[in-house]
C-alpha cells in the first residue's frame, strides 16, 4: 500500500491550499482515514479523521485548532483522501501526513508528507 501525499507549499497567512492523498495497492472505502501534521522536534499531532461508511454518511472529527478551517473529504472512487485548508495561519505550517487505517493517534499505513508553509 501507497499513499501519495501532494498539494503542499508556500502560502500566505489567510490563504488556502488543499491537500490530497493518493491511494494505489488496496481500495479505500472501507477504511478510516486522517491527516497528521508535524513540525521538528515535536511529536506529530492529530489533525482530522473521515470514518469509512457503507452508505453515504461519513463522520469525520476535527482538532479544535483546525475546526471551522479545514475540511476533510473522500472520493472513494478515485481513491484519494482530501484535506481543504482555509484561514491558514503560520502555526499551521507542518509537514502534513496522510494516514490509512486510522486508530486513535496510530494508523496501518502513513503517506510520505508534504510541506506546508504559512509566511505571516
Known amino acids: 500500500v501507497q499513499l501519495q501525499a501532494s498539494g503542499g507549499g508556500l502560502v500566505q497567512a489567510g490563504g488556502s491550499l488543499r491537500l490530497s492523498c493518493a491511494a494505489s495497492?488496496?481500495?479505500?472505502?472501507?477504511?478510516?482515514m486522517g491527516w497528521f501534521r508535524q513540525v521538528p522536534e515535536k511529536a506529530r499531532e492529530f489533525v482530522a479523521t473521515i470514518s469509512w461508511s457503507r452508505g453515504r454518511t461519513y463522520y469525520t472529527d476535527y482538532a479544535e485548532y483546525v475546526k471551522g478551517r479545514f475540511t476533510i473529504s473522500r472520493d472513494n472512487a478515485k481513491n484519494t483522501l482530501y484535506l481543504q485548508m482555509n484561514s491558514l495561519k503560520a502555526d499551521d505550517t507542518a509537514v502534513y501526513y496522510c494516514a490509512l487505517g486510522v486508530r486513535g493517534g496510530s494508523a496501518h499505513y502513513w503517506g510520505q508528507g508534504t510541506l506546508v508553509t504559512v509566511s505571516s
Open positions: 495497492g488496496r481500495t479505500i472505502s472501507r477504511d478510516n
